[in-house]
């Protein structure tokens, strides 16, 4: 089973925007609004920034937003600040036994 | 404050088991859906397994590279669940996370725990 495809890597200056793609199948990504990002700092846990595509839990800055078009997600980071530098994963409910949720392959968010 | 906080991880060789402790506060996890991830070093997410609330039948699904070997059991009255893990591989080596699941979402973490299986 696959993980979701994401870029390795994605950049910005203070004050950007950046949007990173989650691309799926139209098994998982595609066939779903259970889409979700999640921001990881060197040695710290996951954190959810954003919930079923586009939702966001109290607390998270409205500068992430999420989106989805067929069976790619997109989490876009506007005026980029430098807490953001993180790896951002996203994930995706799938139905499928024995392989429930899959998670992206992760992006590195590089502020410059 | 709501908070997971996972325990039991270590260094084991292949073929051990270990079993893995994550007890919540703050919140109660009864009517909760629980889950475990994992992280190996270096690398991406992977799902491991879940465990339903009693309300919905206490039902457990695993990740197909753990099925059959790993085991998630829950005792709410101590607002812990646990990760029974036999017949360990150097490929099960990684950091162990428990969460909350709702809505197709992992909303609350742990901090986790890392399992090392080298022999």
């Known amino acids: 089973q696959s993980a979701l495809t994401q870029p390795p890597s994605a950049s910005g200056s203070p004050g950007q925007s950046v949007t990173i793609s989650c691309t799926g199948t139209?098994?998982?990504?595609?066939?779903?609004?259970?889409v979700s990002w999640y921001q990881q700092h060197p040695g710290k846990a996951p954190k959810l920034m954003i919930y079923?595509?586009?939702k966001r839990p109290s607390g998270v800055p409205d500068r992430f937003s999420g989106s989805k078009s067929g069976s790619t997600a997109s989490l876009t980071v506007s005026g980029l600040q430098a807490e953001d530098e993180a790896d951002y994963y996203c994930?995706?409910?799938?139905?499928?036994?024995?392989?429930?949720?899959?998670f992206g392959t992760g992006t590195k968010v590089t502020v410059l | 404050e709501v908070q997971m906080v996972e325990s039991g991880g270590g260094l084991v060789k292949p073929g051990d088991s270990l079993r893995l402790s994550c007890t919540a506060s703050?919140?109660?996890?009864?009517?909760?859906?629980l889950n475990w991830v994992r992280q190996s070093p270096g690398t991406g997410l992977e799902w491991v397994g879940l465990?339903?609330?009693?309300?919905?039948?206490?039902?457990?699904e695993y990740a197909a590279p753990v099925k059959g070997r790993f085991s998630i059991s829950r005792d709410d009255s101590k607002n812990t669940i646990y990760l029974q893990m036999n017949s360990l591989s150097t490929e099960d080596t990684a950091v162990y996370y428990c969460?909350?699941?709702?809505?197709?979402?992992?909303?609350?973490w742990g901090q986790g725990t890392l399992v090392t299986v080298s022999s």
């Open positions: 969460c909350t699941e709702w809505s197709g979402t992992f909303h609350n």
């Open positions: 703050g919140f109660s996890v009864t009517n909760t859906y």
């Open positions: 465990i339903k609330n009693e309300i919905d039948g206490g039902t457990r």
């Open positions: 139209s098994s998982d990504v595609g066939a779903y609004n259970y």
């Open positions: 079923e595509v586009s």
């Open positions: 994930s995706s409910y799938t139905g499928r036994v024995n392989f429930l949720y899959v």
